[in-house]
T-cell receptor, first 115, second 110 residues
Framework: DAGVIQSPRHEVTEMGQEVTLRCKPI?????LFWYRQTMMRGLELLIY????????DSGMPEDRFSAKMPNASFSTLKIQPSEPRDSAVYFC?????????????FGPGTRLTVL | DAKTTQPNSMESNEEEPVHLPCNHS???????IHWYRQLPSQGPEYVIH???SNVNNRMASLAIAEDRKSSTLILHRATLRDAAVYYC???????????FGTGTRLTVIP
């Protein structure tokens, strides 16, 4: 298996532009997670899905952020409009069942820079 | 939420054992202890997890105190590739998310 795939790996954009990050989870995994990592705040969970349905989006910072999972093999995280403080590395992860003992597999991340 | 406390950083010589401590004094009876690590410029990766008994796998061993208020991740022979930030995480009953604290940055000295 190719693992969790994220694209793009790097994104540089200007303040006010729309940014879309993409994730393909491991085939057969029922749970998908979006995390953000910054030096100041470390790794934070933004939102997670179970069987394509958003379960907990309490970590989404504000309305500028939205996430969708139209099918089991694809998810997007959109920021509109983007701001410099959104600069971070965004990770997508998936797990088979999402339980207490289930391993999360992380993608390589997308490094976002908003100028 | 139960939190974990880890040293900010540790050093080890290559090919020597490393013991990475974690305190979790407010752990609940059904919380699992997970360890993940993050190599430079990569996403976190699973290392090991346990509930009450000590656990071994090909990557590491996990020693859990009898009262479960602390645990230790043991790398039996550190290699340069083990240089990473190691996170000790408790998974809560009813929750599917992982709370990553600040972790321990392990430096391996050749």
């Amino acid at each position: 298996d190719a693992g969790v795939i994220q694209s793009p790996r790097h994104e540089v954009t200007e303040m006010g532009q729309e940014v879309t990050l993409r994730c393909k989870p491991i085939s057969g995994h029922d749970y998908l997670f979006w995390y953000r990592q910054t030096m100041m705040r470390g790794l934070e969970l933004l939102i997670y899905f179970n069987n394509n349905v958003p379960i907990d989006d309490s970590g989404m910072p504000e309305d500028r952020f939205s996430a969708k999972m139209p099918n089991a093999s694809f998810s997007t995280l959109k920021i509109q409009p983007s701001e410099p403080r959104d600069s971070a590395v965004y990770f997508c992860a998936s797990s088979l069942a999402g339980g207490l003992t289930d391993t999360q597999y992380f993608g390589p991340g997308t490094r976002l820079t908003v100028l | 939420d139960a939190k974990t406390t880890q040293p900010n950083s540790m050093e080890s010589n290559e090919e020597e054992p490393v013991h990475l401590p974690c305190n979790h004094s407010t752990i609940s009876g059904t919380d699992y202890i997970h360890w993940y690590r993050q190599l430079p410029s990569q996403g976190p990766e699973y290392v090991i997890h346990g509930l009450t008994s000590n656990v071994n796998n090909r990557m590491a061993s996990l020693a859990i105190a009898e009262d479960r208020k602390s645990s230790t991740l043991i790398l039996h022979r550190a290699t340069l590739r083990d240089a990473a930030v190691y996170y000790c995480i408790l998974t809560k009953t009813g929750a599917n998310n992982l709370f990553f604290g600040t972790g321990t940055r392990l430096t391996v000295i050749p």
